[in-house]
Nanobody, 125 residues
Framework: VQLQASGGGLVQAGGSLRLSCVAT????????VGWFRQAPGKDREFVSA????????YYADTVKGRFTISRDNAKNTVYLHMITLRPEDTAVYYC???????????????????WGQGTQVTVSS
């Protein structure tokens, strides 16, 4: 599976962006897709994930209520709609996919086999 993330950009605090992650190869509906982010000097952190078969969603506490993950299996695409953005949301955002994640693993970046190249999100104050 190859992943291509896009949609990042520069936005003012309080603004919104929608990230997209397009997958090619494999049976997309089998994969859990996660979004992670990494700010300069910090570890990569979990943001959100969505199951392939039933679209159950998961969020980090820091983004709950502001970010919404969704997927369109017909388009092999997962979206991350981000509103009320804050300067601390500034990071490179990566999408990742894996077909064999159990619940306790889907927030761990080390458990995902496939990664996109990342898209920069910058939120100015």
């Amino acid at each position: 599976v190859q992943l291509q993330a896009s949609g990042g950009g520069l936005v003012q605090a309080g603004g919104s962006l929608r990230l997209s992650c397009v997958a090619t190869g494999g049976t997309f509906s089998r994969y859990t897709v996660g979004w992670f982010r990494q700010a300069p000097g910090k570890d990569r952190e979990f943001v959100s994930a969505i199951r392939g078969s039933n679209s159950i969603t998961y969020y980090a506490d820091t983004v709950k209520g502001r970010f919404t993950i969704s997927r369109d299996n017909a388009k092999n695409t997962v979206y991350l709609h981000m509103i009320t953005l804050r300067p601390e949301d500034t990071a490179v955002y990566y999408c990742a996919a894996d077909s064999g994640l159990i619940l306790s693993s889907l927030r761990l970046s080390s458990q995902y086999d496939y990664w996109g190249q990342g898209t920069q999100v910058t939120v100015s104050s």
